[in-house]
């Protein structure tokens, strides 16, 4: 019994054996012996997403397009993704952004960081359509927003259809005109989205009521007034 506690108590690892020996490494090269601490001795990124603007509120993504591209090296070739997403909260805020990486995954995460930090609040007629008519234009590439009655459904492809269901429009007719880039579509969009005015913000610059801008198309005070009432932005 005695042996046994001294055996326990007294014995050394074989490693730290030999006195002035430098202890072994394990393969991260940390210097506690093992393998390098948590990163590994390599300085780990801090991938973490950031959070949104109004308290981690969900958001739609949708992914609008993904480039590849090689680049030819001395040992081969090296492949790099660059994505292009469209972010909204589906009630009038959305921004886009493209971000690049070697692989997919991280692209599209540096794309949806960039769109969340780019977004911008549209003034939107009872939470479905445009207010008015808007144009936009970018490089190659021309856009024209209508908007529609209820029941019309958001007639757009490719690109700005991601658009208008991350921000939210139920009902709106466009046209693209020119480049079919995504790139370029996307950008003419939100610079067509970024002229919408609601008549709530015109009255109030220009020091009137919702109902007095309504009167001058013609409709009665009566029903002027229940318009401007149902005015929410």
């Known amino acids: 019994m ?22 072994r490494r394990g393969r991260g090269g940390g210097r506690d012996g093992g393998r390098g601490g948590r990163d590994g001795g390599r300085g780990r990124r801090d991938d973490r997403r950031p959070r949104d603007e109004e308290g981690g509120e969900e958001l739609i993504e949708k992914l609008v397009h993904i480039n590849r591209v090689s680049k030819t090296v001395k040992g081969g070739k090296r492949f790099g993704f660059a994505a ?15 971000g ?13 960081a960039a769109a ?17 008519d808007g144009r936009g234009h970018f490089g190659a590439g021309n856009v024209t927003l209508r908007s529609a009655p209820a029941g019309t459904g958001i007639i757009a492809g490719g690109p700005m259809r991601a658009v208008f269901e991350s ?5 709106v007719v466009t046209k693209s005109v020119g480049t079919s880039n995504p790139y ?8 067509a989205l970024g002229e919408q005015t609601s008549p709530k913000s015109v009255a109030q610059r220009r020091g009137k009521k ?9 409709a009665s005070d009566r029903a ?3 318009e401007a009432a149902a005015v929410t932005e």
């Open 184 to 191: 370029n579509m996307i950008r003419a969009t939100f610079e």
């Open 210 to 218: 919702v109902s007095d801008l309504i009167k001058r198309g013609g």
């Open 2 to 23: 005695a042996d046994e506690i001294q055996n326990a108590e007294g014995a050394a690892p074989e490693a730290a054996a030999t006195e002035g020996q430098a202890p």
């Open 116 to 132: 969340k930090k780019a977004m911008i609040r549209v003034p939107l007629r009872d939470g479905r359509t445009l207010h008015h």
């Open 100 to 112: 690049k990486a070697r692989e997919v995954p991280e692209a599209i995460s540096k794309a949806t």
């Open 224 to 226: 002027a007034e229940a």
């Open 167 to 171: 921000l939210g429009v139920a009902d």
């Open 84 to 98: 292009l997403v469209v972010v909204g909260d589906g009630k009038g805020r959305a921004g886009f952004g493209h």
